[in-house]
């Protein structure tokens, strides 16, 4: 079985570039989330969606995040413009309603120089 | 305050040893806690649910203290592959939003 596909694992870009970060839930899960991890403030939720309608975007960090999930096998974090703080693992995870496990993708390692 | 509390460690423990950390939560009212397990440069993985009444997963256990809001997990014979973050996890609103902690690092040596 598939698990959660991120892509790019790697990113590296210079401040003030826009990232796209893409998601691919596990097929047939109706909750998707992204997480941040850093050293300082561990993993934090940005956003989750159910069935493709997000429903706590409270953890974004400010309008320079967007996020999107125009079906039910695919999503976006979207950083515009891109800031050095920002450089972090992303984390896309996604679990089914009834099952409160929850399956995380392999991370994108972004940095922004 | 913050919500989730872990002591970072690391636990360095001989192979075999029995190791055991706590995990200290702010809310009272929490609903579900968990252990997961992230390895250095990967994603975290369910080790396993914590119940109310302590449970057991070969040689893991793990227990939840709801008077004094902590729980607790316990590694015995402890194997070089036990080397990892754990990190206690806390569903406080019985909604979908789980809440980490920053994780105890515990490294086996041979």
């Known amino acids: 079985d598939a698990g959660v596909i991120q892509s790019p694992r790697h990113e590296v870009t210079e401040m003030g570039q826009e990232v796209t970060l893409r998601c691919k839930p596990i097929?047939?899960?109706?909750?998707l989330f992204w997480y941040r991890q850093t050293m300082m403030r561990g993993l934090e939720l940005l956003i989750y969606?159910?069935?493709?309608?997000?429903?706590?975007d409270s953890g974004m960090p400010e309008d320079r995040f967007s996020a999107k999930m125009p079906n039910a096998s695919f999503s976006t974090l979207k950083i515009q413009p891109s800031e050095p703080r920002d450089s972090a693992v992303y984390f896309c995870?996604?679990?089914?309603?009834?099952?409160?496990?929850?399956?995380f993708g392999s991370g994108t390692q972004l940095s922004v120089l | 305050r913050k919500e989730v509390e872990q002591d970072p460690g690391p636990f360095n423990v001989p192979e075999g040893a029995t190791v055991a950390f706590n995990c200290t939560y702010s809310?009272?009212?929490?609903?579900?806690f968990f252990w997961y397990r992230q390895d250095c440069r990967k994603e975290p993985k369910l080790l396993m649910s914590?119940?109310?009444s302590g449970n057991e997963d070969g040689r893991f256990t793990a227990q939840l203290n709801r008077a004094s809001q902590y729980i607790s997990l316990l590694i015995r014979d402890s194997k070089l592959s036990d080397s990892a973050t754990y990190l206690c996890?806390?569903?406080?609103?019985?909604?979908?939003?789980?809440?980490f902690g920053a994780g105890t690092t515990v490294t086996v040596r041979a």
């Open positions: 996890v806390v569903n406080f609103f019985n909604d979908y939003k789980l809440s």
């Open positions: 097929s047939g899960h109706d909750y």
């Open positions: 914590v119940y109310s």
């Open positions: 809310n009272s009212a929490s609903q579900s």
């Open positions: 969606f159910n069935n493709n309608v997000p429903i706590d």
């Open positions: 995870a996604s679990r089914t309603g009834e099952n409160e496990k929850l399956f």
